[in-house]
């Protein structure tokens, strides 16, 4: 049934009758299960049509090349991170993998000059990067910051607050910046990245630190890198920091709670990102109760970046890992990692979301979206 579709739509592609069109854009899956899929997607609703599948152990974050020929996958549970060569029928070839530098590699990022491949392990609390070849693969890491530091010893108790997790890697808006999230100490370290991938901590501002035992996880750049917005594990709260790009700096701007002021229940803030407009923001909140997650969304003020809430809906499911938006801002996918369910929503008027289709996939929990072609 997979190879018919697969045939169909390769057929599809060679005669070009859905060039350009959405349905020829691939979105691909990460999960905790074995596979990392793919599917197409419907232009009306969103909704997903499994079209191939790539073995690969725990594929949990995903990220691609900015050449848009390859994608990376963090094999989270299995200390690898893995390279595959992207094709036009959807499928993907497996390129090569290697072993992070650490425990529980929780994600992978790509500098945007496609040169370096950002890696993190939890576990260990390390901040690598690896050089990307010229054929997708993944060499060598050989750039290691480990933050010695633990500011939050007295917050052992609270989950993950016993020594430094790094969390994510991302390239800031100036390319030769970038940010360290370490969920364990409740710090943001600021490194300068060399043109040999070397990582090297910012002597202007280091680090910015996060609310004790708020847990820092994700954060994403909004509009011309002018202002970042990061989630917080624990915290329950998105904080806004204005960016200099020139200095490399952040200064605070505002903090607002991702939960409806009556939710009582426990919650992890799981994913951020913003709509192609930059003018909406989604959280989504990890909740371990059926059909208790939930997707939360602001509007974005352009001017002072700061988030006004629009509104908050469940995510089809339970325990929201993931959640993205498709290029065109058109859909809105939350990957319920406990009910074994990815939400569609369509995105309507100011961003707010309307469910439109629920899908079953093994324990979902990031997604990509391909170049339409
Ligand atoms: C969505 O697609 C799945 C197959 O991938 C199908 O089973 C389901 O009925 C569809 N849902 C809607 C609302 O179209
Ligand atoms: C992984 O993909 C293969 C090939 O499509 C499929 O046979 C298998 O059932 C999938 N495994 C899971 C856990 O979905
Ligand atoms: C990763 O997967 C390989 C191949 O299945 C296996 O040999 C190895 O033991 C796994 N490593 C971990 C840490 O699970
Ligand atoms: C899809 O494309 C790849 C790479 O070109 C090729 O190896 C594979 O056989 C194709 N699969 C199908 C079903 O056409
Ligand atoms: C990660 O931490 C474990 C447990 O402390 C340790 O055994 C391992 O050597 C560390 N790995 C690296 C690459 O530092
Ligand atoms: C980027 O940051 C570096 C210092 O990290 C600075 O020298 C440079 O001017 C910045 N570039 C821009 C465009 O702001
Ligand atoms: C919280 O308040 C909203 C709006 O008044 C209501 O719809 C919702 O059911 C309440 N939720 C809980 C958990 O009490």
């Given amino acids: 049934m997979i190879a018919k579709s697969l045939l169909a739509l390769a057929a599809l592609t060679v005669t070009g009758a859905f060039a350009a069109s959405p349905e020829s854009r691939y979105v691909y899956v990460g999960s905790y299960g074995n596979n990392l899929s793919v599917f197409t997607a419907n232009p009306e609703s969103g909704n997903l049509t499994l079209v191939h599948q790539a073995e690969s152990l725990a594929p949990s974050y995903l990220a691609f090349h900015p050449s848009n020929k390859y994608l990376y996958a963090c094999n989270e549970l299995n200390n690898t991170y893995s390279a595959f060569k992207l094709s036009k029928n959807g499928s993907l070839q497996f390129i090569n993998k290697k072993d992070s530098l650490g425990e529980a590699p929780a994600h992978v990022g790509v500098h945007p000059s496609g040169k370096w491949l950002l890696g993190t392990s939890y ?72 043109s040999d991938g070397t990582l090297s901590k910012s002597n202007i501002q280091p680090f910015i630190n996060i609310n004790s035992g708020a847990g820092p996880r994700h954060g994403i750049f909004g509009k011309d890198g002018k ?30 709670d991702t939960l409806p002021a009556n939710f009582t229940k426990v919650s992890y803030g ?96 990031d997604f990509q979206f391909g170049p339409s072609h």
Avoid at 235 to 246: E, S, T
Avoid at 317 to 329: A, F, S, T, V
Wanted: hydrophobic share 35%; charged share 15%.
């Fill in 123 to 194: 576990n260990n609390g390390t901040f690598y990067t690896y050089p990307i070849g010229s054929d997708g693969s993944i060499g060598e890491a050989n750039r290691e910051v480990k933050d010695p530091a633990i500011n939050g010893a007295n917050l052992a108790s609270l989950q993950g607050h016993d020594s430094p997790h790094a969390h994510q890697m991302i390239a800031a808006y100036n390319q030769s910046q970038v940010l360290g999230v370490d969920l364990g100490i409740d710090r943001i370290n600021l490194f300068n990245i060399e």
């Fill in 227 to 256: 202002f970042f917005y990061l989630i917080t594990e624990e915290g329950n709260i998105v904080i806004v920091f204005k960016y200099d790009a020139k200095l490399g700096t952040y200064v605070f701007e505002q903090s607002v």
């Fill in 270 to 365: 799981g994913e951020i990102r913003i709509s192609p407009d930059w003018a909406t923001l989604y959280v989504s909140n990890r909740v371990f109760g059926p059909n208790e997650g939930s997707i939360t969304v602001y509007k974005i003020n352009p001017t002072t970046g700061k988030l006004s809430w629009l509104q908050n809906i469940g995510s089809a499911g339970q325990y929201p890992r993931g959640l993205n938006i498709d290029p065109e801002g058109k859909f809105v996918y939350s990957g319920n990692q406990n009910s074994n369910t990815i939400g569609v929503f369509k995105v309507g008027s100011e961003g707010k979301l309307r469910l439109s289709a629920t899908i079953n996939h093994p324990s979902p929990s």
